[in-house]
């Protein structure tokens, strides 16, 4: 039992850790693992049953389970892709056939080590999740998101920080993590209650103290709205289970007296009163969460108008939303619609919404009839915890939705054991034995040969483009080919073999070359038509062979589905380059009005007409903030005039942003900017002062008084600021850049440098657009000859202080590898192209 207890605590813990979840889509290995290991246990379970000539276990749920996979099967088949809907199909039978395997399990009596390894799992998510919050606070230095921890700033004399961290590493996420958290605790708390053994009373306890504790430090609205339709349930089913309770509390409550009953009800209130002054507040604070998801409800519906029987396929939600190239919805992380109910009808119809419901209604009245026929009190109360875990669940999924192992595996064993009584087998039916084993057998190993094929092919488009960025290209095209060979219905494949023929094709300027990658690019937009980064290499395509009205058009209807303010910068090229001007002041102007930070940028001086069309840019852009609020104007005109330099505009627009909200530490912090740039210390201080007594946990009003006061020659207590500014939000660059200043005058060479580092602008490639479409982690850039700005000067100034510390040591190559970095972001920073050229060779 100890062997066995030990291998189920593993393989819990496997499954709900790693298997499926985010870690295996970001790594093939683990991926791999999976599917092995997953068909490999239940393909063992279902020979050995063969063998003894078993067939499922009976339960009240095989017509809905069956119906369930039937419906996935149906819509898969005749949904937007197949290819894709496939996997979670086999998710749905992985599911289904593990329910049977824990139904098998229970009736064998192995509920006690399922449970105690269950929850010794749910004790290591807890650890983990509570080690990451303490890495945060003491600032564990091998976690390199967390430099700095408040045992370094406010020691044991201010032990509580000013801001709490939220969890978000953990299960890949606090949403995730909360819904794991949330699915636990009350079967957690149902086995505390009705143990008998003083000592596991006192684990289970801490157990779901644990989770508990880590559930708060996820700030997840969605596991608080779980655990207020949980726990009551659980309440209620402790009463329910316990006749002389129940008689006790109404004898009690019937001897009160008026007060009593008063105090009550003012005790309510208080409760509602706070309750929703706490969803206001989280409602308030997460507004764009709230509207995120309204928009994704409304595209749900649309989808299902638009094919209301079979939907648009299991797992397909995302594409569909992607495939209507609408630039006013949202591109990013919608992969579902946030509500599995509306999910579940726009990708599989009244038909999924049909089966799931006969499933839902059959698992209610099952659960019941446990219930009734359940002869301990302590057995109800744990059937009765799994049950409001269960409706926790369902509430949680209002607001999301989770398909991962780590959330369906306590749910497929809370179910198992809600509706298996050990003492009964359900035999109302007959069945022949080896029907429903054969099915599933050849289902499992028609899974697993696809998976094991899609794999493969993976495996291919991995090398690809590890050899693509070593810049092997043939030998890259020659993995693209096969993965896409192996795997034609994953347009992932066609666009990776197309990016690599693309890059051939710049590198040999010929025609034949740039027309076979343009043929590629179509193979996978006549695939998958959305808009986005793949078109617009494509109409750099078109422009690198000579034909500009092509190229063009379909950056036009790239920026339309996709307004990425980089792609209006190349199509403001397109037509200044083509005579257009008027249109490409306006293109240039709508890049600077989601971008004010690029105004600084070289790009606009680069070319005689464009710098003597700045004001005409300008203009347009004020045009276009003239909606905008008095607040959000004097905050972005602030934000464009620090990125130009203008230190005259800059003080306007802060004395704007103070008189426009006298409270809020902002126009503070951009007025102690302005005047630490032109040598005004004293002031400049004052300001950041200022804007510190309005708000003290302001990371850049820390950071502007730490830059000040480093500057005046405090170095100790600019240090403190500057690494309190860091732990409140290590996003701050200004506070690492000064942070570095005041570790070189401190002499600390190595602390410069790694503060400089932290310093630099990193440009990230979204990858979100990619997992949505193909279930799988895959990074496209731009094509070379497309123009990538954003720094500018300013923002570059702290690589330029670090080169200079390379170069002092003598660290040629680790400065020549800095500056094309920055180049790399910005090819316009002359400052950065002088000092790279003036680098001695090695």
Known sequence: MRKRGLGLFLAFSYLIVFGGSVYSQRLLSLRVLFHLLVTGWLGVWLIRRLRRRQGLPVTELDGPIALWLVAGLLTAFLGQSVRFSLERVWLTLIYGLSFYVLVGRFRRGSARPIMVALFLAAGLVSLMALFEWLSWYVGFSFLPRFVHGWIDLGGWRRPIPPVFYRLNSTLGGATPLAGFLALVIPPCVGWMVTVRERQARIGLGMLALGLFVAEVLAFSRGGVVAL?????????????????????????????????????????????????????????????????????????????????????????????????????????????????????????????????????????????????SAQSPAVRVRIAACGAALVGFGAHQLVDTFYTPAHWLPVLIFGAYALTDRRRAVTSRPRPRAVGILGALVLLGLSAVGLIWTDAAQVHFQRSVRLADAGELDIAAERARSAQRMDPALALYDFQLATVRARQALEAGTDVATESAIAAYRVGLAQEPVWGRQTVNLAALYWAEGRPAEAIEWLERSVEADPDPLYWVNLGLYYEETGHLMQAWEAYAEALVERPD?????????????????????????????????????????????????????ERQAHALVEAAPQSPVGYVWLSRAHLARGAVAEAEAAAERAVELGPNHSPALAARGCARAEAGALEAAGEDLTLAIFLSSRTDEAFACLGEVRLAEGDTAGAISAYQRALPVRAISQDVEVTLYGRFASFDLLPNLVRIGIGERRAEPGLRLGALYEQQERWQAARGLYAMLLAQDPYLEGVRERLEALPMD
Do not use: K
């Not at 509500?339 to 099952?366: C, D, F, H, K, S």
């Not at 710098?611 to 959000?632: F, K, L």
């Open 228 to 372: 207020a339709a949980s726990l009551p349930l659980t309440g209620l089913g402790w009463l329910a289970a316990h006749a002389h309770w129940r008689e006790r509390i109404r004898q009690r409550v019937a001897a009160w007296r008026w007060w009593v009953w008063a105090a009550v009800a003012l005790g309510l209130a208080v409760i509602v009163a706070l309750g929703s002054f706490w969803l206001w507040r989280s409602f308030h604070r997460g507004m764009h969460s709230t509207r995120f998801r309204f928009t994704l409800w409304g595209v749900a519906l649309e989808e299902f108008l638009g094919r209301p029987l079979m939907g648009v396929g299991p797992a397909n939600f995302g594409r569909a939303l992607l495939r209507l190239n609408n630039g006013s919805l949202p591109r990013r992380q919608i992969g579902t619609a946030h509500n599995v109910y509306l999910n579940t009808l726009a990708e599989q119809g009244l038909v999924g919404v049909a089966a799931g419901g006969w499933l839902l209604i059959a698992a209610v009245r099952a659960g019941l009839c446990r219930w009734r």
């Open 598 to 650: 690029w105004a600084g940028s070289g790009f606009w001086t680069a070319s005689s007409s464009r710098a003597a069309a700045w004001d005409e840019i300008e203009r347009r852009v004020a045009e276009t903030m003239t909606e905008a609020p008095e607040r959000r104007r004097a905050d972005y005109w602030s934000q464009f005039a620090w990125s130009r330099g203008d230190l005259a505009a800059l």
